[in-house]
């Protein structure tokens, strides 16, 4: 017989979140989330399943009946998205301008679909012309772009004009709106995106663990209607139809309390108002991009593709990012994130993001910056 | 622009939790899901991933280094089991008495196997000569068998009589322990099981969401030298390797507040000491089946396939199930479930996992099961 370890109890160091995510949790959430369990068949909790939907409904302005939370962190829901909209001996068109649209090659060739590309630098967005031009050479069956890159701090202007080629060819587009859902303009009906998935611990500033995702009916019925089965189980959407549609039969057991917190992340999204909210990222990241500027710091990419929740910037000639970073996190227990892939050593990643983006945290972060400034002997 | 919609704050009823999972979440837990979040890169977070996988090996009695929680309920950690292990075209062998042997086909197949199954009837365990014969037919590269059967509430014994017929055959062992971990008699490394998938919220009483999955050395090695990429890039080892290895390198946003509360439920069952609650769990389940026994309902496997930790009993002639699993519910809010599949309408399937597993819940339900048979005419 093995003997128990011996651990001390549980007690995380406090941070400032002010990363790429996770953001900080609102207390209300963090205080549903010792709530009691309830069965996930129980008709209270799907009484709490359906004001899910609809709240995820309304943070993703869409009326798409197939709008839920799938089980596991972003990274599930987008997977939920590419395995079930590609097929085997599909084209999907990805980007390259990011790390995200490279995890969106793997999960699309895993689910069997033969990959092609549309470039633009990282820092940069598509350029409908480029996305159009390459719809002409390729003719994917899927379009996959990402909203708001978390790797670039780049936010993808033109989506309408993305959708309009797509639809045109008539592919289906997924967008990855992990970085922007609950903290950027985003309109999944207005735009006419098909499927958009999401992550909590971004702009909603909820634990991850209940992912949002929206289908509109036009790919549920080719999801429905696919020749092969989906490749992954827990995550076939054909399965979870029973659970979260009319049917409420057992497929998987729901993270129960994650559900819980997810609703009261977007309760607070719907009492805060979603245009409210969108004004409110972009007025803290106005205060917190002025402030870096004032320090030295220059925004990575142009101001028109600025990214509010995600502000990747250069650091000043001759400071030591990695020793700021520290810094940082030593003296005043603050999370900032290096670069990812292609900028990685090139830029800060600061987010913004929903009960993050308050003055305290974006004055802290200031003032701690130009602490680690003066610490590496640079005078303001 | 959509409205938001209008909801109330979140209350969900108090539940007595003794049906097949979810059971009831000890305090502790519910109170360190409350705290808040670290980033799932920070360095105090990679120690308490470290102390998860510590107590993870103790309650599995394993010494594998790849001993981890997977980010999602515990059908994620199934999958990651299946598909990690199975190759296209490879043979796996799944048992056919229960329903969850039925999704151990399915993601298998999903996984490109080819699938043949051993026979024993629901309600029975698989007996080690018919295992053998199926071996000796098929020459299956992979096995995969239940040692709890949520379904059936029967414990399948002769487990090292399983395993060894399989490493004969050099063949893998995955082993369904999601309603025994941490409730009944398991000895991963003694029984030379080579993959064990559990889920939180059956005997570890913890909130779905991080699902312990062990995986010893011998399949880690299968699972690096694969000829084809695994099918779910959420899902992939050789991916996740990254992250729980050394490097601790970013693959995906853990579930971190789930992680605290597994950290937590694990601590409780290391203070326990995991012999004490193994017998704990036969005491409750012994007062609870002597209990039912006295009410005149009847275990339905033999005593000695008996699940202490879900009690399968058939209702007596007579008494209407529906009927007094809805009273249960609603006059005392306590949560028993019905059979599946082939034994859907014969029998009740009772938990007794956990924290869940203690006499007061045993007394009321007991109690309450008296007055609801009373209800409907039949008095003792």
């Known amino acids: 017989m093995q003997q128990p370890p011996e651990t001390e109890p549980l007690n995380p160091p406090e941070r400032t979140l002010m990363g790429p995510g996770p ?36 943070t993703f302005q869409t009326d798409n009946k197939w709008t839920i939370p799938v089980s596991g962190t972003g990274s599930a829901s987008m997977e939920t998205a590419f395995a079930n909209v590609v097929e085997p001996g599909e084209t999907v068109l990805v980007p390259t301008n990011g790390y995200f649209g490279g995890r969106m090659e793997s999960m699309a060739e895993r689910a069997g679909g033969d990959v092609v590309t ?25 379009f996959g772009f990402v909203h708001a890159e978390t790797s670039t701090g780049v936010l993808q202007p033109h989506v309408s004009e993305l959708t309009s080629i797509a639809h045109e060819h008539d592919a289906y587009v997924i967008a990855d709106t992990v970085t922007s859902l609950g903290g950027v303009e985003l309109r999944v009906d207005e735009w006419d995106i098909d499927v958009a998935y999401s992550g ?5 500033s909820c634990p991850p663990g209940a992912s949002p995702l929206t289908v509109n009916d036009r790919t549920m019925e080719k999801v429905l209607n696919r020749d092969t089965e989906v490749r992954s189980w827990y995550l076939d959407l054909s399965l979870l139809e029973g659970y979260w549609g009319e049917e409420r039969a057992y497929h998987h057991t729901a993270p129960i309390t994650n559900v819980y917190a997810l609703r009261e992340s977007l309760q607070l999204v719907a009492e805060e ?9 972009r007025e803290m990241a106005t205060k917190l991009k002025t402030g870096l500027e004032d320090l030295g710091f220059e925004l990575n990419p142009d101001d028109e593709f600025w990214l509010p929740s995600l502000n990747a910037v250069r650091v ?15 003296e005043y ?20 993001m929903g009960y993050s983006a308050r003055p305290q945290n974006i004055e802290f972060l200031l003032a701690a910056i130009e602490d680690g400034l003066e610490a590496q002997g640079f005078d303001q």
């Open 316 to 330: 000043p000639d001759g400071v030591d990012d990695t020793e700021l970073l520290d810094y940082l996190k030593r």
């Open 273 to 281: 108002g979603l245009e409210a909210r969108w004004e409110r990222h």
């Open 118 to 142: 549309v470039d633009a630098p990282w820092g940069e967005p598509l350029q409908p012309d480029d996305v159009a031009a390459a719809f002409d050479e390729h003719d994917p069956d899927v």
């Open 200 to 204: 909590g611990q971004k702009c909603l």
């Open 23 to 58: 953001s900080e949790v609102h207390p209300r959430v963090l205080r549903v989330m010792s709530a009691p369990l309830i069965g996930h068949l129980d008709a209270a909790f799907i009484e709490i399943m359906d004001e899910v939907q609809e709240l995820l409904r309304y």
């Open 333 to 352: 227990d603050i999370e900032v994130a290096s670069g990812l892939g292609a900028l990685e050593g090139e830029i800060l990643r600061i987010g913004c």
